[in-house]
């Protein structure tokens, strides 16, 4: 009988049995062997095995690879009754198959997940909305951004040095800039000057502070033999003060050397323009001449009594200090002056009809306009018209007169009606015209434009008193004479039909004082054609040197300038330091504009053109960055309807490229300005956009335009008068920093920026700082969205010149010994603190006496508050007198 007859179970492992089944192994036994089975080979269901316990329970399953070391017979029993094996010869096998969920469970399981995800998203729209509330609401604070990395450079302390340390400039040994290879400043160590070593060199040894020393005595600046200051040598009448010729103003007074360990400046330069590197002024000084550092009671201000105060008397050694308080009168002290000295200049026609306003000729206590016949021409012959008429109507005839060439520029410093007139700013502006009007002998003439804000309430434009009145009301008496009046309702007038695009919200139109500015420069510069040029000046505008070498030096140079490459070097800031002599700055402007550069508005496009390239089967070398046309000409609008008097526009007398940088050179700049003249288009700057009177449908767009920040600057009378007949005939405008060099480019106009020192207040790494200034398109300050102008400003803030620098009114409070940030002030400049470690401006040990500034230009300075020594003394204690009854 075969095994499967013996077998009683053999039936049921062919239906996959329910009880596990074991084999019983016997390797003793010799019988033939026996047909085995595993559960793994007929693909049955998990085992059990059997028995009374709970470890009986236990699955397992046969290892196939132990079949094959078994007994290959097995007794012919052994299938009837199977062996229980023991836990240990057990091997355990994974299930199979895993428990599954009741469908009833999954489906409660899934609502509950998808009603969580609902009410989650519900959750996150209700908290945005809310979110969105508190913030409109203004309940909400927010976080500050994180800090720029210029705020972590460290802080400059020489600035700050006083004249105890002067030393030559040519020995001083700059805190900043170092080179790469130069050890870092050491404030603490003696410095070179103190060692004896005359040779220059910078060594770890270098340090901040020589040993305090005897102050040498001041120089007046008219004897500096950098001084372009004319004198009574160089052929024009000395003018003075008043009528009598009795008060003679001082000149100001200036020191060899800087202050030990000076900072260098960073941008710009001295040398380019000629400006005077080697000496420092102090506030005694520069402001002495003024009414500054005596009483009210000899004829002062009665500030600046305060402080260190050694050789501040030497401003008068050769000239008394100047009464103020008498009737002074600077209107009637530049048409003295400019009298004296008409025959140095230009003649201009007279006119004989009276205008509102300062004008420099008047005869007789009437006002007599001079114009030009045509404001084009470059050259006249001096003509003659009637100053008066007799009783039978018949005009006096004169006869003419010889006239120089010498061109008269205007000053014109915006103000308003309610400013404060404290005393500092009355120092600032005696010397403005002191320094420009009288010290030219009448080249320049210093207005004050000043808006009315409410001419609602004060109807100047409807009655001359109302008129006088409001000027008498706010404005000091010794510079009344000076002021011209303009409002906004007035530009609203003149200039009607403009379209406003209300770029800053309709609490800021578009003939406003801020968007508008221009409007009231144009038309004064259309009242007034006896002058060539226009400087337009702001109140919170300092110059630490003299103002008429500071401005004639910078026309001289502007003047001298080729117009080949022009816009380009415009457009860039110049960093010594970084790029060199001024030869070595043009022609790196002019390879970057030709070949253009990487940077980061472009590293995507030039990657996009070198995987096509590979596509291509060219070299990566032969990928070559977007260069840029330069500015030959007039750029015009696209459109010709915005074309506007433009046949007398300047033409280029030869190509761009056989150009041997000849065309301008001898040609007044129609613009000067103190900031980089940069392309807007493609920026942040919030206002790149304000223009408006264009044709801008289709894929014209806008029209190219230029901009440069703060609005002082210099420009021509032809400048001008083009800016006030497009605004008034083709209704064009734009914002006031665009609007003037828009129109130089429109109409090929020669624009000039001349880069003046500037100063910065950290360590900032020069190569660092050129790649922030000059961040824009092909190294240029604008022309793409990393450009410094818009939302990387903040990097200026440091400097000493820009629109909201914080930088450059700290160090003029400082200069004036005011105590700024709890730093500075009377006892810094008299007792050293030993404690202090010199490491930084808060813990410098002072003791050097007062500040000493070398010539710079400072924007904004505002807020600044001088001592008044004299109030102090005048005011008594009033003791109340008892009341008997109390």
């Known amino acids: 009988m075969g095994l499967s007859n013996l077998n009683p179970l053999r039936s049921r492992d062919a239906k996959r049995p329910k009880l596990p089944m074991h084999k019983q192994l016997n390797p003793t036994s010799s019988s033939s062997p026996t047909k085995e089975r595993y559960s793994d080979v007929d693909g049955s269901s998990d085992d059990y095995s059997s028995g009374d316990s709970s470890d009986d329970f236990s699955r397992s399953r046969p290892d196939p690879r132990r079949s094959r070391h078994a007994s290959s017979s097995a007794s012919s029993n052994s299938g009837l009754m199977a062996q229980r094996l023991s836990p240990t010869s057990q091997r355990r096998s994974p299930r199979r198959h895993l428990y599954r969920l009741p469908n009833k469970v999954i489906r409660v399981l899934c609502i509950a997940l998808i009603t969580t995800i609902v009410v989650f998203i519900f959750g996150l729209v209700r908290a945005s909305q809310m979110e969105n509330r508190r913030i409109a609401e203004g309940k909400v604070e927010k976080k500050p951004p994180p800090p720029p990395p210029w705020e972590n450079f460290k802080f400059l302390t020489r600035y700050y040095g006083g004249l105890k340390t002067l030393v030559p400039v040519e020995e001083n040994v700059p805190q900043y800039p170092r080179f790469e290879d130069e050890a870092?400043?050491?404030?603490?160590?003696?410095?070179?000057?103190?060692?004896?070593?005359?040779?220059?060199?910078?060594?770890?040894?270098?340090?901040?502070?020589?040993?305090?020393?005897?102050?040498?005595?001041?120089?007046?600046?008219?004897?500096?033999?950098?001084?372009?200051?004319?004198?009574?040598?160089?052929?024009?009448?000395?003018?003075?003060?008043?009528?009598?010729?009795?008060?003679?103003?001082?000149?100001?007074?200036?020191?060899?050397?800087?202050?030990?360990?000076?900072?260098?400046?960073?941008?710009?330069?001295?040398?380019?323009?000629?400006?005077?590197?080697?000496?420092?002024?102090?506030?005694?000084?520069?402001?002495?001449?003024?009414?500054?550092?005596?009483?009210?009671?000899?004829?002062?201000?009665?500030?600046?009594?305060?402080?260190?105060?050694?050789?501040?008397?030497?401003?008068?050694?050769?000239?008394?200090?100047?009464?103020?308080?008498?009737?002074?009168?600077?209107?009637?002290?530049?048409?003295?002056?400019?009298?004296?000295?008409?025959?140095?200049?230009?003649?201009?026609?007279?006119?004989?009809?009276?205008?509102?306003?300062?004008?420099?000729?008047?005869?007789?206590?009437?006002?007599?306009?001079?114009?030009?016949?045509?404001?084009?021409?470059?050259?006249?012959?001096?003509?003659?018209?009637?100053?008066?008429?007799?009783?039978?109507?018949?005009?006096?005839?004169?006869?003419?007169?010889?006239?120089?060439?010498?061109?008269?520029?205007?000053?014109?410093?915006?103000?308003?009606?309610?400013?404060?007139?404290?005393?500092?700013?009355?120092?600032?502006?005696?010397?403005?015209?002191?320094?420009?009007?009288?010290?030219?002998?009448?080249?320049?003439?210093?207005?004050?434009?000043?808006?009315?804000?409410?001419?609602?309430?004060?109807?100047?434009?409807?009655?001359?008193?109302?008129?006088?009145?409001?000027?008498?009301?706010?404005?000091?008496?010794?510079?009344?004479?000076?002021?011209?009046?303009?409002?906004?309702?007035?530009?609203?007038?003149?200039?009607?039909?403009?379209?406003?695009?209300?770029?800053?919200?309709?609490?800021?139109?578009?003939?406003?004082?801020?968007?508008?500015?221009?409007?009231?420069?144009?038309?004064?510069?259309?009242?007034?054609?006896?002058?060539?040029?226009?400087?337009?000046?702001?109140?919170?505008?300092?110059?630490?040197?003299?103002?008429?070498?500071?401005?004639?030096?910078?026309?001289?140079?502007?003047?001298?300038?080729?117009?080949?490459?022009?816009?380009?070097?415009?457009?860039?800031?110049?960093?010594p330091y970084v790029h060199g002599t001024w030869d070595d700055f043009k022609q790196m402007a002019r390879v970057q504009t030709e070949h253009g550069i990487v940077g980061a508005d472009n590293i995507w496009d030039n990657a996009i053109k070198k995987g096509s390239n590979k596509d291509k089967q060219e070299s990566p070398n032969q990928v070559k960055t977007k260069g840029e046309k330069s500015v030959w000409g007039p750029e015009r609008p696209k459109d010709e309807k915005d074309w506007f008097e433009h046949d007398r526009d300047p033409v280029p007398p030869t190509s761009y490229e056989r150009d041997k940088y000849a065309w301008g050179v001898g040609e007044e700049a129609d613009l000067i300005t103190l900031n980089p003249i940069f392309n807007p288009e493609g920026t942040t700057w919030e206002l790149a956009d304000d223009i408006t009177g264009y044709n801008e449908t289709g894929n014209i767009g806008k029209p190219p335009r230029r901009a440069q920040i703060i609005t002082a600057s210099r420009m021509s009378r032809r400048l001008l008068l083009t800016m006030h007949r497009e605004t008034a005939f083709k209704k064009h405008h734009a914002f006031p920093e665009m609007w003037p060099a828009t129109v130089a480019l429109h109409h090929g106009y020669k624009a000039v920026f001349a880069p003046h020192p500037l100063f910065v207040d950290r360590e900032w790494p020069t190569e660092y700082m050129a790649h922030i200034l000059n961040g824009g398109r092909n190294g240029a300050s604008g022309g793409s969205r990393t450009s410094v102008f818009g939302n990387r400003e903040h990097n200026m803030r440091g400097l000493t010149w820009f629109y909201n620098a914080g930088f450059s009114a700290n160090l003029y409070k400082r200069w004036l010994g005011l105590k700024i940030n709890n730093d500075g002030g009377e006892q810094f400049e008299l007792k050293p603190d030993n404690s202090a470690d010199d490491q930084t401006v808060s813990t410098m040990r002072g003791g050097e006496g007062r500040m000493c500034l070398p010539p710079m230009l400072l924007h904004p300075v505002k807020d600044v508050v001088l001592p008044v020594e004299q109030e102090a003394e005048e005011a008594k204690v009033t003791i109340p007198e008892s009341d008997p009854s109390a």
Not at 215 to 222: C, N, T, V
Not at 352 to 378: C, H, W
Not at 530 to 539: A, D, K, L, N, T
Request: a negative charge; proline letters at 7%.
């Open 184 to 575: 870092p400043y050491n404030a603490s160590a003696p410095s070179a000057q103190e060692e004896g070593d005359k040779s220059g060199k910078r060594d770890t040894a270098e340090g901040s502070s020589a040993a305090p020393k005897a102050i040498p005595p001041s120089k007046s600046f008219l004897d500096h033999p950098g001084s372009v200051v004319p004198n009574s040598r160089q052929g024009f009448q000395e003018c003075l003060l008043d009528e009598q010729k009795s008060i003679r103003i001082p000149p100001i007074q200036y020191y060899d050397g800087r202050p030990s360990g000076f900072p260098d400046n960073v941008v710009g330069s001295y040398e380019l323009l000629s400006l005077p590197e080697d000496i420092c002024f102090d506030r005694f000084g520069r402001y002495g001449p003024y009414g500054y550092g005596y009483s009210v009671k000899t004829g002062g201000l009665g500030v600046g009594e305060h402080g260190d105060r050694v050789g501040a008397d030497e401003v008068w050694k050769s000239t008394k200090q100047v009464d103020w308080s008498s009737n002074i009168d600077w209107a009637e002290a530049q048409r003295r002056c400019f009298k004296a000295n008409e025959g140095r200049y230009k003649p201009v026609a007279a006119h004989k009809n009276p205008l509102q306003g300062f004008y420099i000729q008047e005869q007789d206590g009437k006002l007599e306009l001079k114009t030009r016949a045509d404001v084009q021409s470059s050259e006249m012959t001096a003509t003659t018209k009637p100053a008066g008429e007799k009783e039978n109507g018949s005009a006096t005839p004169e006869v003419p007169k010889p006239k120089g060439d010498v061109p008269r520029s205007a000053l014109v410093i915006r103000a308003w009606d309610e400013i404060d007139w404290n005393a500092e700013k009355i120092l600032n502006l005696r010397a403005l015209v002191a320094e420009l009007s009288l010290a030219s002998g009448g080249r320049y003439d210093v207005h004050l434009l000043v808006q009315v804000r409410n001419d609602g309430k004060n109807p100047v434009w409807a009655d001359d008193e109302a008129y006088q009145k409001r000027i008498n009301d706010t404005i000091p008496a010794e510079f009344r004479g000076m002021v011209t009046l303009w409002s906004e309702t007035q530009m609203l007038a003149i200039y009607q039909g403009v379209r406003d695009l209300w770029t800053k919200g309709p609490e800021l139109p578009v003939h406003g004082s801020y968007r508008g500015l221009q409007m009231a420069m144009q038309y004064f510069a259309y009242k007034h054609p006896e002058y060539e040029h226009f400087w337009q000046w702001e109140m919170d505008i300092r110059y630490t040197g003299h103002y008429y070498d500071l401005l004639s030096k910078l026309e001289a140079w502007a003047k001298e300038q080729p117009r080949k490459g022009l816009w380009e070097r415009n457009a860039r800031f110049y960093m």
